[in-house]
């Protein structure tokens, strides 16, 4: 069982940046691909950006440019910087860990942008 803790969600203003930190429990951390998924309201959950193993990255279109995935297997924590923020931004972000197969999913944390 893979435990996942996000945190750093907050409100803030169009243009601005915050960075998600998520904390995940487990020995083998640096063997997961780990990513961030949103849920905006009314919207399914989507990709937003995913690190593999050795750190190759992937974004869809929407965020390509503004937003960062990174992790430190040390801390055993994941990492995504968002810049350039937007109001259709708004969303819960949750982390998704697969581990061998296995898919594991934070609780979420809510960004907002708005002025």
């Known amino acids: 069982q893979v435990q996942l803790v996000e945190s750093g969600g907050d409100l803030v203003q169009p243009g601005g940046s915050l960075r998600l930190s998520c904390a995940a429990s487990g020995h083998t951390f640096s063997s997961y691909v780990m990513s961030w998924f949103r849920q905006r309201p009314g919207k399914e959950r989507d990709l937003v950006a995913s690190i593999s193993s050795d750190s190759m990255t992937f974004y869809p279109p929407s965020v390509k440019g503004r937003f960062a995935i990174s992790r430190d297997n040390a801390k055993n924590t994941v990492y995504l910087q968002m810049n350039s923020l937007k109001p259709e931004d708004t969303a819960v972000y949750y982390c998704?860990?697969?581990?061998?197969?296995?898919?594991?999913w934070g609780r979420g944390t809510q960004v907002t942008v708005s002025s």
């Open positions: 998704n860990a697969n581990a061998f197969g296995d898919t594991f």
